[in-house]
């Protein structure tokens, strides 16, 4: 047992080493640099030219995003108003809905814009798909299609004309990819530190990791400071665990219910069935028995549960729980009674039971067990997605991995930013707490995390090795983040290049 102390206290104290040495000094270059050193300098320009008897589209759309993505384009490029147009970066490419890819950065007629890019084959698709009705497509900074057939549909929105600067290699990726096939690890493409993390050794890299993992931490603790200090420590916390509810397509609507109905407000009512009323009610998640489908069993709460929330007197909040698809065990309804359930569990006094529960932890092991400790969650919601549909088998309402995204991302870095303050950084408490964050096992993948393993690693299934906790997943994305996007992709100015030779 001293012996895996003795580990982990050499595993730690190599990351916070790393961390003060070498991440801190370059993410704070990183961030010093001006924006016109994000733009590469100028050189020697490739001829381009139209493709000729191409002038209708024999592509689908799914292939033109692979000849932006590829840049398979001529470096030379013109918008259809005659703009010069340089892509530094062609952005991520966006598997969900919206813009075709995101983060894209461009210099168009001198300026350097940052923004999404929309793919299609004719300019009309913009009509006719309906973006001009959506506001998510209100970031496209271009329009890159095959065919211009219409008239843009913003007038500050520039179009590119992609058949007419096609660069020589697109005949042969024509015949080399079957576009079904592409593969994902090409949709973000590897970055000049892949090669050098291919050459270095594990442990090597995940010092690297850890280190960035820890700042992660921090980072992520100071702002629930902040928070804290705005909105006291408890509200703070209870906003902080509402938003890692709505993971990942009901953030917004989580933290927003959480701010509409602060704890002040819920305190005030005189039991847990008005709380329940005036957060199910405020969400909108409470059914009309008179159009809604409401299940036997639940017909005489549900009519509870209208009669405090009439008497309540709030209004209902417009908030959107219909964007994106939950899993029916992750519906609205069954995380809003796991929030509903902590609050409970906690006597509605987070900051005081996370407290408690550093103190009352002798070891980092038995800490990081505590803050994976299932809810203890009302039987009634188990076996159902909402107050109209059973589902079987019954389950935890949240399950190891969303506890663990909880612990990870809210719990532990306020404890660790809290004991820093009060404790010291370097006390046996916040130890503990950095320790338990080192030993928390890796998370589900999402797709910040996805992107940052195909950007550094080569083959990307070498992650299945190398990342072993959450704190290298937290690090790699941090990173990704606060480097590869926060300078648009353009490696030749980024100042974490070659961090992997730096000692630990």
């Given at each position: 047992m001293n012996g895996d102390r003795k580990d982990d206290d050499d595993v730690v104290g190599a990351a916070r080493r790393w961390l003060?040495?070498?991440?801190?000094?370059?993410?704070?270059?990183?961030?010093a640099l001006p924006a016109g050193e994000l733009i590469p300098g100028g050189g020697l320009i490739a001829e381009g030219g139209a493709v000729d008897g191409l002038s209708g589209c024999q592509f689908n759309e799914r292939f033109l995003q692979i000849i932006w993505n590829e840049r398979h384009l001529a470096p030379a490029l013109t918008t259809v108003r005659g703009q010069a147009l340089q892509v530094i970066s062609p952005g991520v490419w966006n598997v969900s809905g919206g813009p075709d890819f995101r983060g894209a950065s461009l210099v168009l007629a001198g300026r350097l814009l940052h923004g999404d890019v929309e793919i299609h084959r004719r300019s009309s698709d913009w009509q006719r798909h309906g973006h001009q009705q959506d506001p998510a497509?209100?970031?496209?900074?271009?329009?890159?299609?095959?065919?211009?057939?219409?008239?843009?549909?913003?007038?500050?929105?520039e179009t590119l004309v992609l058949s007419e600067f096609l660069s020589a290699a697109w005949e042969k990726l024509l015949w080399q990819m079957e576009d079904a096939c592409y593969p994902y690890a090409r949709q973000v493409r590897a970055g000049a530190c892949a090669l050098r993390w291919a050459l270095t050794d594990d442990e090597q890299l995940r010092t690297i990791l850890s280190a960035a993992g820890l700042a992660r931490l921090e980072n992520k603790g100071l702002q629930l400071l902040r928070s804290a200090a705005e909105l006291g420590s408890d509200q703070a916390l209870y906003v902080g665990f509402f938003d890692c509810l709505g993971y990942k397509n009901h953030r917004e609507a989580f933290r927003a219910l959480a701010e509409a109905a602060p704890l002040e407000r819920l305190l005030a009512l005189p039991s847990d069935e008005d709380r329940e009323a005036l957060l199910f009610g405020m969400a909108g998640l409470l059914p009309d028995p008179t159009q809604d489908e409401v299940l036997p069993e639940w017909r005489d709460a549900v009519a509870d549960l209208w009669q405090r929330w009439w008497r309540c007197g709030h209004s209902r909040l417009e908030l959107d729980w219909h964007s994106g698809s939950a899993r029916p065990y992750n519906s609205p309804q069954r995380r809003l009674a796991a929030g509903l359930s902590w609050l409970r569990q906690v006597d509605y006094r987070p900051a005081q039971w996370l407290q408690q529960l550093a103190i009352s932890s002798s070891s980092a092991r038995i800490l990081r067990k505590a803050m994976q400790e299932p809810l203890t969650a009302s039987e009634s919601w188990r076996g159902y997605r909402d107050f109209g549909h059973a589902i079987k088998?019954?389950?935890?309402?949240?399950?190891?991995?969303?506890?663990?995204?909880?612990?990870?991302?809210?719990?532990?870095?306020?404890?660790?930013?809290?004991?820093?303050?009060?404790?010291?950084?370097?006390?046996?408490?916040?130890?503990?707490?950095?320790?338990?964050?080192?030993?928390?096992?890796?998370?589900?993948?999402?797709?910040?995390?996805?992107?940052?393993?195909?950007?550094?690693?080569?083959?990307?299934?070498?992650?299945?090795?190398?990342?072993?906790?959450?704190?290298?997943?937290?690090?790699?994305?941090?990173?990704?983040?606060?480097?590869?996007l926060a300078l648009d992709n353009n490696c030749d100015c980024c100042p974490f290049r070659g961090a992997e030779g730096a000692s630990p």
């Open positions: 003060r040495a070498e991440y801190l000094p370059r993410l704070r270059a990183c961030r497509y209100n970031g496209v900074i271009l329009h890159a299609v095959w065919q211009d057939d219409a008239p843009p549909p913003r007038p500050e929105l088998p019954a389950a935890d309402l949240l399950g190891p991995p969303r506890l663990l995204d909880i612990a990870a991302n809210v719990f532990l870095p306020y404890l660790n930013a809290q004991l820093a303050l009060t404790a010291g950084a370097d006390s046996a408490a916040a130890q503990r707490v950095r320790d338990a964050y080192m030993l928390l096992p890796p998370s589900q993948e999402n797709r910040l995390l996805k992107e940052a393993i195909q950007r550094f690693l080569t083959p990307p299934s070498r992650s299945r090795e190398l990342i072993r906790t959450v704190c290298h997943q937290q690090g790699l994305m941090d990173i990704y983040k606060n480097f590869c």
